[in-house]
C-alpha cells in the first residue's frame, strides 16, 4: 500500500523546475530589450496572441459537398475535457477566426465589439470560454510568453518582494518616450524580413506607472538611462481565477450596476496616506477592463449593460482607452468579446441611442447545429458511455432526442414533396434521388431563421437527466421514455408561448416516433436474419437461379438430382425486398452476373457482404421466411413454447452482441416491435 512518501516521490519526479523558473523569470529592462530582439513576438497584441494561439493548435482542411473549408482544432477543446468542444459550427467559428485575423493585421476590427449572436443554449458561452481557457494555457507556453514591469523600492531596491509591479501588466516597451521610438523599433526589427513579426510601441503607460516613471525621472534629473535602471521585467501568466489579463462582466440590476467594476475605484484607506483621491497610488486599477489588460474580456449578456456603461465600452472598443475615475483617459491593449440573445439583439436594433453600440459591433452569428450527427456528439459528451448512473442507455435513445431537436430547428423545405425529415437527413449527408451537393447548399441558402429557432440543447440534455431518474424500476432507459419527458416538458417551457409552435414540436415527436419504429424493426428483422449459414445457402441458391436464367439453362436440385427451371419465385422474394421493378428484374440479374464474372478475373470470389442492395434484400427474405417460425407474434400475448423460446433468445442475444443493447432493452424492442406485427396481422385478418 502506497504511504505518504511514495505519492511525495511521485510528484517529485514528474515536477518540471525548469519550466517553473521559465514562467517566473524576472530581470531587467536591458535583459527584456536583449530578449526581445531574440524573440519579437513577446511583444504582440492581445488580438495577436490570442489569434497565434488558435492556430498553434492545427488546421486542417475538410471537404464536404465538394467544398473545402477549414476545421480549426482549438474549438475541439484539445486541452480540456472535451465538454467545452464545439460541433457543427463551421461557418461561425470560421467567421470568428477570420475576424481576429483581421483584427491582429491592424485592418480595423481590433476597434470592435466581437458579439456573438443566437439563441439561448447556441455554444457562444462555450465559444468564450474556450478562448479564455486557450489564452491562459498559451500564456504559459514559451509560445505565449508576455512580459511586464514593475519598480523596485527606492529605499530597499535588493528586495525582490518591494517591487512595485504595474497593476495593468503593462508592456515594458512603454517605457521608451514617444520620440526615440521609431529609431528603438528600426534597430529591433533590424535584418528581419516582410514576412517576420516586427516590433511595434503602440500606448503609454497607465495612471499609476506614469506618476512612479515623472517621481524617478525627475529624481533621476530627466536621466532615463538610470531611470529604467530602477526596473524589473517578469513574466505573466493570464490566469482569469487570478484576475490577471482575464476579465468577465455580467451586467446586475440596474439598481446595483456601477461603473466603477469596469474601470477602477478609488482606495479609501490610503487617500490619508498620500493626501488625494486622484494620487493614482490610491486607486485600486481592479476593474474588468483594467484586469484584462493584455488578454481578453467577456461580457455576458452585453446588451442587457446600463447605457452608462456603453460609453466604457464605446471608448474601450473604439479607442482603445478606459476613462478610470479622476484620471487621463489609459490605454488598454485587450480583446473584447460579448454574447447577446435575438430578443435582446432586436432591441438593440429598435433603440436609437443604440447606434453608436450597433457602428462599433461585428456581429458574429452562432446558431444551434441543424447537422444530426453533430448535434448527436453535444449529448455524447455527457453521455458518452452505455451506462450512465447506473443505467443503461438503450440504442438510439440520445439519436432520437437529438433528431427532434435538429427537426425544430428546420425551416419546412420549399421543395414539393421534400420533408423535413427528408431535409434533415440531407444536411446529414444522406442522398436521395434528384438532390445534388448545390441542391442541398440551396436549400440551406433559401432558410432564413434555421438554427436562430427551436429547441435549445439544454432542454433535451435536462429531459435525458429526467428520463435516468424517473424510472427507478428500470434498469435501461429508451427513446419513448426521452421522447414522452421532452413532450411533458414542453407544457411548461419557459421560452415556449406559442401554442402552435408547442402543436408543431408535438407533431414532430410523432414524425420521430415513426422513424424511430422503422429503425428497430430494421435491426430486429436483421437479428433474426443474422443466420450466416442460412444467408450465404440463401444466396447461393438465389445465384444459382440467377445464372441459370441468364445463361437460358437449368437447375440441378441437389436433393432429386433432377434439373428444373430457375426458381422464379425465389428470385422475385428477393428482388422485391429492394424495389426492383418486374421491368427491371432481367438488367438487375445481368448486372450481378457481370460483377460476379468480373471478380472471377481478377481472381477475387465474391462474397454478397460486398454488394450492400443484395445482403439488404436477403435479409429481408430471411427475415421473411423466419418470423413465422418464431413466432415473434407469440410474445404479445407471453404464451411461448420451449422451441419458439429458445429461437428467441437467439435474437435477444444477436441485439445485445451486435446493436449494444442490454437484456431489459432488447426484450423491451422485441416485445415492442412484435406488437407491431400483431397489429399488422390484426389488420390482414380483418
Given at each position: 500500500?502506497?504511504?505518504?512518501?511514495?505519492?511525495?516521490?511521485?510528484?517529485?519526479?514528474?515536477?518540471?523546475?525548469?519550466?517553473?523558473?521559465?514562467?517566473?523569470?524576472?530581470?531587467?529592462?536591458?535583459?527584456?530589450?536583449?530578449l526581445?530582439?531574440?524573440?519579437?513576438?513577446?511583444?504582440?497584441?492581445?488580438?495577436?496572441?490570442?489569434?497565434?494561439?488558435?492556430?498553434?493548435?492545427?488546421?486542417?482542411?475538410?471537404?464536404?459537398?465538394?467544398?473545402?473549408?477549414?476545421?480549426?482544432?482549438?474549438?475541439?477543446?484539445?486541452?480540456?475535457?472535451?465538454?467545452?468542444a464545439?460541433?457543427?459550427?463551421?461557418?461561425?467559428?470560421?467567421?470568428?477566426?477570420?475576424?481576429?485575423?483581421?483584427?491582429?493585421?491592424?485592418?480595423?476590427?481590433?476597434?470592435?465589439?466581437?458579439?456573438?449572436?443566437?439563441?439561448?443554449?447556441?455554444?457562444?458561452?462555450?465559444?468564450?470560454?474556450?478562448?479564455?481557457?486557450?489564452?491562459?494555457?498559451?500564456?504559459?507556453?514559451?509560445?505565449?510568453?508576455?512580459?511586464?514591469?514593475?519598480?523596485?523600492?527606492?529605499?530597499?531596491?535588493?528586495?525582490?518582494?518591494?517591487?512595485?509591479?504595474?497593476?495593468?501588466?503593462?508592456?515594458?516597451?512603454?517605457?521608451?518616450?514617444?520620440?526615440?521610438?521609431?529609431?528603438?523599433?528600426?534597430?529591433?526589427?533590424?535584418?528581419?524580413?516582410?514576412?517576420?513579426?516586427?516590433?511595434?510601441?503602440?500606448?503609454?503607460?497607465?495612471p499609476?506607472?506614469?506618476?512612479?516613471?515623472?517621481?524617478?525621472?525627475?529624481?533621476?534629473?530627466?536621466?532615463?538611462?538610470?531611470?529604467?535602471?530602477?526596473?524589473?521585467?517578469?513574466?505573466?501568466?493570464?490566469?482569469?481565477?487570478?484576475?490577471?489579463?482575464?476579465?468577465?462582466?455580467?451586467?446586475?440590476?440596474?439598481k446595483?450596476?456601477?461603473?466603477?467594476?469596469?474601470?477602477?475605484?478609488i482606495?479609501?484607506?490610503?487617500?490619508?496616506?498620500?493626501?488625494?483621491?486622484?494620487?493614482?497610488?490610491?486607486?485600486?486599477?481592479?476593474?474588468?477592463?483594467?484586469?484584462?489588460?493584455?488578454?481578453?474580456?467577456?461580457?455576458?449578456?452585453?446588451?442587457?449593460?446600463?447605457?452608462?456603461?456603453?460609453?466604457?465600452?464605446?471608448?474601450?472598443?473604439?479607442?482603445?482607452?478606459?476613462?478610470?475615475?479622476?484620471?487621463?483617459?489609459?490605454?488598454?491593449?485587450?480583446?473584447?468579446?460579448?454574447?447577446?440573445?435575438?430578443?435582446?439583439y432586436?432591441?438593440?436594433?429598435?433603440?436609437?441611442?443604440?447606434?453608436?453600440?450597433?457602428?462599433?459591433?461585428?456581429?458574429?452569428?452562432?446558431?444551434?447545429?441543424?447537422?444530426?450527427?453533430?448535434?448527436?456528439?453535444?449529448?455524447?459528451?455527457?453521455?458518452?458511455?452505455?451506462?450512465?448512473?447506473?443505467?443503461?442507455?438503450?440504442?438510439?435513445?440520445?439519436?432520437?432526442?437529438?433528431?427532434?431537436?435538429?427537426?425544430?430547428?428546420?425551416?419546412?423545405?420549399?421543395?414539393?414533396?421534400?420533408?423535413?425529415?427528408?431535409?434533415?437527413?440531407?444536411?446529414?449527408?444522406?442522398?436521395?434521388?434528384?438532390?445534388t451537393?448545390?441542391?442541398?447548399?440551396?436549400?440551406?441558402?433559401?432558410?432564413?431563421?434555421?438554427?436562430?429557432?427551436?429547441?435549445?440543447?439544454?432542454?433535451?440534455?435536462?429531459?435525458?437527466?429526467?428520463?435516468?431518474?424517473?424510472?427507478?424500476?428500470?434498469?435501461s432507459?429508451?427513446?419513448?421514455?426521452?421522447l414522452?419527458?421532452?413532450?411533458?416538458?414542453?407544457?411548461?417551457?419557459?421560452?415556449?408561448?406559442?401554442?402552435?409552435?408547442?402543436?408543431?414540436?408535438?407533431?414532430?415527436?410523432?414524425?420521430?416516433?415513426?422513424?424511430?419504429?422503422?429503425?428497430?424493426?430494421?435491426?430486429?428483422?436483421?437479428?433474426?436474419?443474422?443466420?450466416?449459414?442460412?444467408?450465404?445457402?440463401?444466396?447461393?441458391?438465389?445465384?444459382?437461379?440467377?445464372?441459370?436464367?441468364?445463361?437460358?439453362?437449368?437447375?440441378?436440385?441437389?436433393?432429386?438430382?433432377?434439373?428444373?427451371?430457375?426458381?422464379?419465385?425465389?428470385?422475385?422474394g428477393?428482388?422485391e425486398?429492394?424495389?426492383?421493378?418486374?421491368?427491371?428484374?432481367?438488367?438487375?440479374?445481368?448486372?450481378?452476373m457481370?460483377?460476379?464474372?468480373?471478380?472471377?478475373?481478377?481472381?477475387?470470389?465474391?462474397?454478397?457482404?460486398?454488394?450492400?442492395?443484395l445482403?439488404?434484400?436477403?435479409?429481408l427474405?430471411?427475415?421473411?421466411?423466419?418470423?413465422?417460425?418464431?413466432?415473434?407474434?407469440?410474445?404479445?400475448?407471453?404464451?411461448v413454447?420451449?422451441?419458439?423460446?429458445?429461437?428467441?433468445?437467439?435474437?435477444?442475444?444477436?441485439?445485445?452482441?451486435?446493436?449494444?443493447?442490454?437484456?431489459?432493452?432488447?426484450?423491451?424492442?422485441?416485445?415492442?416491435?412484435?406488437?407491431?406485427?400483431?397489429?399488422?396481422?390484426?389488420?390482414?385478418?380483418?
Amino acid at each position: 500500500m502506497d504511504n505518504g512518501r511514495s505519492i511525495i516521490e511521485l510528484v517529485a519526479q514528474r515536477q518540471d523546475r525548469d519550466q517553473f523558473r521559465r514562467k517566473n523569470w524576472v530581470g531587467t529592462f536591458e535583459e527584456y530589450l536583449n530578449l526581445v530582439r531574440e524573440n519579437p513576438q513577446v511583444t504582440r497584441t492581445a488580438y495577436q496572441r490570442l489569434y497565434d494561439m488558435i492556430l498553434s493548435y492545427g488546421v486542417e482542411t475538410i471537404e464536404t459537398r465538394r467544398e473545402k473549408h477549414l476545421h480549426y482544432k482549438f474549438f475541439d477543446d484539445p486541452d480540456g475535457d472535451g465538454h467545452d468542444a464545439v460541433f457543427g459550427l463551421r461557418r461561425p467559428l470560421k467567421d470568428l477566426v477570420n475576424a481576429l485575423k483581421s483584427a491582429a493585421n491592424g485592418y480595423g476590427i481590433e476597434r470592435r465589439v466581437l458579439l456573438l449572436h443566437g439563441p439561448v443554449g447556441s455554444s457562444k458561452s462555450t465559444i468564450a470560454r474556450l478562448l479564455k481557457k486557450g489564452l491562459e494555457r498559451y500564456s504559459a507556453t514559451d509560445a505565449g510568453a508576455l512580459y511586464t514591469l514593475g519598480w523596485v523600492d527606492e529605499d530597499e531596491p535588493d528586495d525582490p518582494a518591494k517591487i512595485q509591479w504595474c497593476p495593468m501588466n503593462e508592456e515594458p516597451l512603454h517605457l521608451i518616450p514617444t520620440r526615440f521610438r521609431a529609431d528603438v523599433e528600426a534597430q529591433l526589427n533590424a535584418g528581419r524580413g516582410e514576412d517576420d513579426y516586427h516590433v511595434r510601441v503602440d500606448g503609454f503607460l497607465d495612471p499609476y506607472c506614469r506618476f512612479i516613471y515623472q517621481q524617478r525621472l525627475k529624481h533621476y534629473d530627466g536621466d532615463w538611462t538610470r531611470l529604467v535602471q530602477d526596473i524589473r521585467v517578469k513574466r505573466v501568466i493570464l490566469s482569469e481565477k487570478d484576475r490577471v489579463g482575464i476579465g468577465t462582466f455580467q451586467p446586475k440590476d440596474e439598481k446595483n450596476q456601477d461603473a466603477t467594476e469596469l474601470t477602477g475605484d478609488i482606495n479609501y484607506r490610503k487617500i490619508a496616506e498620500y493626501g488625494s483621491d486622484s494620487d493614482p497610488r490610491a486607486f485600486n486599477f481592479d476593474g474588468e477592463f483594467n484586469i484584462a489588460n493584455r488578454g481578453i474580456i467577456e461580457f455576458v449578456e452585453v446588451l442587457k449593460l446600463d447605457v452608462a456603461f456603453l460609453y466604457d465600452l464605446l471608448g474601450a472598443s473604439q479607442e482603445h482607452r478606459i476613462k478610470p475615475k479622476k484620471f487621463a483617459q489609459t490605454d488598454i491593449d485587450e480583446v473584447i468579446i460579448g454574447h447577446t440573445n435575438e430578443p435582446e439583439y432586436r432591441r438593440l436594433q429598435s433603440n436609437e441611442f443604440m447606434e453608436a453600440l450597433r457602428d462599433r459591433t461585428v456581429k458574429i452569428d452562432v446558431p444551434y447545429v441543424t447537422t444530426l450527427n453533430n448535434e448527436i456528439r453535444i449529448y455524447e459528451k455527457d453521455y458518452n458511455n452505455q451506462t450512465v448512473r447506473g443505467k443503461h442507455i438503450a440504442p438510439h435513445t440520445i439519436e432520437m432526442a437529438a433528431m427532434w431537436a435538429v427537426l425544430t430547428r428546420l425551416e419546412e423545405p420549399k421543395h414539393a414533396g421534400l420533408t423535413r425529415l427528408q431535409k434533415m437527413k440531407l444536411y446529414n449527408g444522406k442522398t436521395l434521388p434528384g438532390f445534388t451537393d448545390e441542391n442541398i447548399n440551396e436549400l440551406r441558402e433559401q432558410a432564413t431563421t434555421e438554427g436562430m429557432i427551436g429547441i435549445s440543447p439544454r432542454y433535451v440534455q435536462d429531459k435525458l437527466s429526467n428520463a435516468l431518474v424517473a424510472h427507478p424500476e428500470s434498469h435501461s432507459i429508451n427513446p419513448f421514455m426521452v421522447l414522452n419527458e421532452l413532450e411533458t416538458g414542453l407544457k411548461h417551457h419557459s421560452l415556449i408561448n406559442n401554442e402552435e409552435t408547442k402543436q408543431e414540436y408535438r407533431d414532430l415527436l410523432g414524425v420521430v416516433k415513426e422513424e424511430y419504429t422503422n429503425i428497430v424493426k430494421n435491426e430486429v428483422q436483421r437479428a433474426i436474419a443474422a443466420d450466416e449459414d442460412a444467408l450465404t445457402r440463401l444466396c447461393a441458391n438465389y445465384i444459382d437461379s440467377v445464372k441459370a436464367y441468364t445463361q437460358r439453362e437449368k437447375v440441378k436440385n441437389k436433393f432429386t438430382g433432377e434439373y428444373e427451371e430457375p426458381d422464379e419465385r425465389l428470385m422475385r422474394g428477393i428482388e422485391e425486398k429492394i424495389d426492383i421493378p418486374d421491368s427491371r428484374k432481367d438488367d438487375f440479374r445481368r448486372e450481378i452476373m457481370n460483377y460476379i464474372g468480373a471478380l472471377s478475373i481478377d481472381g477475387k470470389k465474391f462474397d454478397f457482404r460486398s454488394n450492400e442492395r443484395l445482403h439488404k434484400a436477403l435479409e429481408l427474405k430471411l427475415f421473411e421466411d423466419q418470423k413465422d417460425s418464431i413466432k415473434l407474434t407469440s410474445l404479445v400475448s407471453n404464451v411461448v413454447d420451449t422451441d419458439t423460446q429458445q429461437k428467441i433468445d437467439i435474437v435477444k442475444g444477436r441485439l445485445i452482441r451486435d446493436f449494444g443493447y442490454d437484456d431489459e432493452s432488447a426484450t423491451d424492442v422485441l416485445q415492442y416491435v412484435a406488437s407491431i406485427f400483431a397489429r399488422g396481422d390484426a389488420k390482414k385478418e380483418d
